[in-house]
C-alpha cells in the first residue's frame, strides 16, 4: 500500500483505519503469484542418463548451483557423476519464493529453497517409478531407486530409459521426504559443478557475451566523495584502438569502446582533473573518525554476562605450557 498524508486520510471519510506491516514474504505472495514446483521445469533427464537442473539463481561463487543440484540429487536418487547445470530462462516457476521475482540476496538461496528442490528430486523420482511401474505393469510400491536406476528385483531401467515416458506423467500432489539420517549427498564432500568451467576457460561471464553493436563503457570516477569533474583531456585515451568515444556524465567521465578491454585502457590513459567539493573534507572526516573511535558504541541489546570476567576466569583454568609443547596447544 502506498503511504497516505494526513489530508489524504482526511478526506477518504473513513470510519476505522487498522495500520500494518506486511512481511517481505506476504508483499511478495501479494505481487506474485507463489512459483509452482513443476519437476519438467526444474529437471531435464538426457538418454545418456545425464540431469540437468535449471536454476534460476545466480552462481557468483558462492557454491548454490552445487548446493541446489545436491538438493534435487538427494531425493532423485541420481548419480552425482551425471549431474548437470544450467541458468534457467525468464520464468515465473523460477521466482525467489520471498521476493516473488528472479533474484538473488541476503544469503536467501539455500535457507529459501532447500525444501523446493528437493520436492523438485522427489517429485521427479515419483514420476519415473510410475513409469517403470507402467512398462513392467507391476505396482510402484514394489520399486525402488538407486544410483540413476528404478529397480525391480533383478531388472532395472535407467532414468535416461524412462524419461520421456514420466515426463508425460502428471506431477504428484505431494511426496514424502527423505529422513536426515539417509542422506546421501545433503551435508557430505561433493565434487563443485561450476570448477571446471571455470578452470578450463569456457564459463560464460557477462563480458563474454558479445553481439553486433553491442559496446562497453567504464566511468572514470572520482576519487573522494563530492567531487566534480572540472576539465578532462581525453587525447590519449582517443588513441587506444577500440575506443569510439569519451563524454562526460554525472557520475564521472565514461570511456565507450568496441570491448572491454580497449574501454579499460582508454579509461587508464583518460586525464581527469577534479574539483573537490566544499562540503567534503577528507582530513575533517577522518579527523571526526578518529575521535568518534574514542567514544563507547552504541549498545545493540542489554549486555547479558560479563564478557571480561568470563575470560579472566577461563584464562585461570588453562594448564600451563609444557616444555617443548607446541605453541597454540592448551
Same mark, same amino acid.
Not at 258 to 283: C, H, I, M, T, Y
Given at each position: 500500500?502506498?503511504?497516505?498524508?494526513?489530508?489524504?486520510?482526511? /478526506?477518504?471519510?473513513?470510519?476505522?483505519?487498522?495500520?500494518?506491516? %506486511?512481511?517481505?514474504?506476504?508483499?511478495?505472495?501479494?505481487?506474485h503469484?507463489?512459483?509452482?514446483?513443476?519437476?519438467?521445469?526444474f529437471v @531435464?533427464?538426457?538418454?545418456?542418463?545425464?540431469v540437468t537442473?535449471?536454476?534460476?539463481h545466480?552462481?557468483? +561463487?558462492?557454491?548454490?548451483w552445487?548446493?541446489?543440484?545436491?538438493?534435487?540429487?538427494?531425493?532423485?536418487?541420481?548419480?552425482?557423476s551425471k %549431474?548437470?547445470?544450467?541458468h534457467?530462462?525468464?520464468?515465473?516457476?523460477?521466482?525467489?519464493?520471498?521476493?516473488?521475482?528472479?533474484?538473488? +540476496?541476503g544469503?536467501s538461496? %539455500?535457507?529459501?529453497?532447500?525444501?523446493?528442490?528437493? $520436492?523438485?528430486g522427489? %517429485?521427479a523420482?515419483?514420476?519415473?517409478?510410475?513409469?517403470?511401474a507402467?512398462?513392467?505393469?507391476?505396482?510402484?510400491?514394489?520399486?525402488?531407486?538407486?544410483?540413476?536406476?528404478?529397480?525391480?528385483?533383478?531388472?532395472?531401467?535407467?532414468?535416461g530409459q524412462?524419461?520421456?515416458?514420466?515426463?508425460?506423467l502428471?506431477?504428484?500432489?505431494?511426496?514424502?521426504?527423505?529422513?536426515?539420517?539417509?542422506?546421501k549427498?545433503?551435508?557430505?564432500?561433493?565434487?563443485r559443478?561450476?570448477?571446471?568451467?571455470?578452470?578450463?576457460g569456457?564459463?560464460?561471464? +557477462?563480458?563474454?557475451?558479445?553481439f553486433?553493436?553491442?559496446r562497453?563503457?567504464?566511468?572514470?570516477?572520482?576519487?573522494?566523495?563530492?567531487?566534480?569533474? @572540472?576539465?578532462?583531456?581525453?587525447?590519449?585515451?582517443?588513441?587506444?584502438k +577500440?575506443?569510439?568515444?569519451?563524454?562526460?556524465?554525472?557520475?564521472?567521465v565514461?570511456?565507450?569502446?568496441?570491448?572491454?578491454w580497449?574501454?579499460?585502457?582508454?579509461?587508464? /590513459?583518460?586525464?581527469? $582533473?577534479?574539483e573537490k567539493s566544499?562540503?567534503?573534507?577528507s582530513?575533517?572526516?577522518?579527523?571526526?573518525?578518529?575521535e568518534?573511535?574514542?567514544?563507547?558504541?552504541?549498545?545493540?541489546?542489554?549486555?547479558?554476562?560479563?564478557?571480561?570476567?568470563?575470560?579472566?576466569? /577461563?584464562?585461570?583454568k588453562?594448564?600451563?605450557? /609444557?616444555?617443548?609443547?607446541?605453541?597454540?596447544?592448551v
Amino acid at each position: 500500500m502506498s503511504p497516505l498524508s494526513r489530508r489524504e486520510l482526511l /478526506a477518504t471519510g473513513t470510519g476505522l483505519v487498522i495500520a500494518f506491516n %506486511m512481511p517481505r514474504s506476504g508483499r511478495a505472495a501479494a505481487m506474485h503469484p507463489k512459483a509452482k514446483t513443476d519437476p519438467n521445469a526444474f529437471v @531435464r533427464i538426457g538418454p545418456d542418463d545425464t540431469v540437468t537442473l535449471q536454476i534460476g539463481h545466480s552462481e557468483m +561463487g558462492q557454491g548454490n548451483w552445487t548446493g541446489l543440484a545436491m538438493l534435487v540429487a538427494e531425493e532423485l536418487e541420481c548419480d552425482w557423476s551425471k %549431474m548437470r547445470v544450467e541458468h534457467s530462462p525468464a520464468a515465473q516457476a523460477y521466482a525467489h519464493l520471498e521476493f516473488g521475482t528472479m533474484a538473488v +540476496g541476503g544469503s536467501s538461496t %539455500m535457507r529459501t529453497e532447500f525444501g523446493r528442490y528437493r $520436492e523438485v528430486g522427489a %517429485m521427479a523420482r515419483d514420476m519415473l517409478v510410475r513409469a517403470a511401474a507402467a512398462q513392467w505393469k507391476t505396482s510402484p510400491h514394489k520399486l525402488h531407486t538407486e544410483n540413476g536406476f528404478v529397480v525391480h528385483g533383478s531388472q532395472k531401467l535407467s532414468y535416461g530409459q524412462l524419461a520421456n515416458a514420466a515426463m508425460q506423467l502428471a506431477p504428484p500432489n505431494s511426496v514424502k521426504l527423505k529422513k536426515k539420517s539417509d542422506w546421501k549427498y545433503i551435508g557430505k564432500q561433493v565434487r563443485r559443478l561450476d570448477t571446471p568451467e571455470k578452470t578450463n576457460g569456457s564459463a560464460k561471464f +557477462g563480458m563474454d557475451v558479445q553481439f553486433e553493436g553491442l559496446r562497453t563503457a567504464l566511468v572514470a570516477r572520482a576519487p573522494v566523495f563530492g567531487a566534480k569533474v @572540472r576539465s578532462f583531456d581525453a587525447s590519449k585515451t582517443k588513441a587506444v584502438k +577500440g575506443v569510439e568515444q569519451v563524454v562526460q556524465v554525472p557520475s564521472g567521465v565514461a570511456v565507450i569502446a568496441k570491448n572491454f578491454w580497449s574501454a579499460k585502457l582508454g579509461r587508464d /590513459a583518460l586525464q581527469v $582533473e577534479w574539483e573537490k567539493s566544499p562540503e567534503v573534507d577528507s582530513e575533517k572526516l577522518w579527523a571526526s573518525y578518529r575521535e568518534l573511535s574514542k567514544k563507547p558504541g552504541d549498545v545493540a541489546a542489554k549486555p547479558a554476562g560479563d564478557v571480561d570476567a568470563a575470560l579472566g576466569s /577461563a584464562a585461570k583454568k588453562l594448564e600451563p605450557m /609444557a616444555e617443548g609443547e607446541p605453541k597454540g596447544s592448551v
